[in-house]
């Protein structure tokens, strides 16, 4: 199995390294079509520097221009390139899951994988889909993604029905996802781990944003779930 790791990926360029499952940082687009029910998503694309100060006192703002759409995070999180992308994809290059305007906590955390991270938070648009349908749909999908090994089974993933939330001056659907059962083949990963998904209408009529926070669970180094909530209660339009 290829563990849970990022591998560097320039536009135009070819992954490095391994074949089958893996994650990946790229350039490129984090937008989704969705076909019929469930939702699908369309690849990403590089977010222009932004300078919108965060709400959280001591915390640092990520933001998104194409979407107008900021989050804050707290210090020790690493705010990555307005041009990277993080996500995963399957043994033949497909791309299972992609999202931009990301941020990282402990990039690095696993030995000779550099950058295997314990939590990342970015976002991903769906083009199709009523804003319910993307919370759901995007829970499913980074859950399976980022802790499905390839040589390991599924986990078992338990999605919250969608609720209505508050996001700054929007209305939105939140859903959280536990991941239990993960196959642990190789030592990067976690025994479980948590997805949590706040979805907003998008800029542009019919599209739906995902704002997508995935993180292990049940290790040392772990974020707390109350962190990482307060980073889904911090998502606002600017």
């Known amino acids: 199995m290829s563990p849970i790791v990022a591998l560097s990926l320039l536009l135009g360029c070819g992954i ?8 990946f940082w790229a350039e490129g687009g984090d937008d989704y079509h969705v076909a019929a029910p469930p939702p699908g998503p369309v690849p990403p694309k590089p977010e222009p520097v932004s300078t919108v100060p965060p709400r959280v006192k ?17 210090k020790p999180w690493k705010v990555n390139s307005t041009g990277l992308l993080i996500g995963f ?7 299972l899951a992609a999202m931009s305007a990301t ?4 990039a690095g955390r696993c030995g000779d994988e550099p950058v295997a991270k314990r939590a990342a938070a970015g976002f991903n648009q769906y ?8 919370a759901e ?15 390991g089974t599924l986990p078992k993933v338990t999605v919250s029905r969608p609720r209505p939330v508050r996001a700054g001056r929007l209305t939105g659907q939140y859903v959280e996802a536990d991941v239990a059962g993960i196959s642990r083949t190789e030592p990067c990963l976690p025994p479980r781990a948590v997805v949590y998904i706040v979805a907003v209408p998008g800029l542009e ?34």
Do not use: C, M, N
């Not at 490095?16 to 994650?23: I, L, N, P, R």
């Not at 001591?58 to 707290?74: E, F, I, N």
């Not at 941020?103 to 402990?106: I, M, T």
């Open 205 to 238: 009529k019919g599209t739906t944003v995902a704002f997508v926070i995935y993180a292990d669970q049940g290790v040392a180094e772990a974020a707390p779930k109350e962190t990482l909530e307060k980073i889904a209660r911090s998502l606002r339009r600017h």
């Open 137 to 151: 749909h995007a829970a499913y999908k980074w859950a399976k993604a980022a802790y499905t090994p390839e040589e």
């Open 16 to 23: 490095v390294g391994f074949a089958g499952w893996q994650s």
């Open 103 to 106: 941020a990282e906590y402990r």
């Open 58 to 74: 001591g915390w640092k703002a990520v933001s998104s221009d194409k979407y107008r759409l900021t989050y804050d995070v707290p």
């Open 89 to 95: 994809e399957d043994a033949d290059g497909k791309p």
């Open 127 to 134: 083009v199709d889909g009523t804003v319910a349908q993307v």
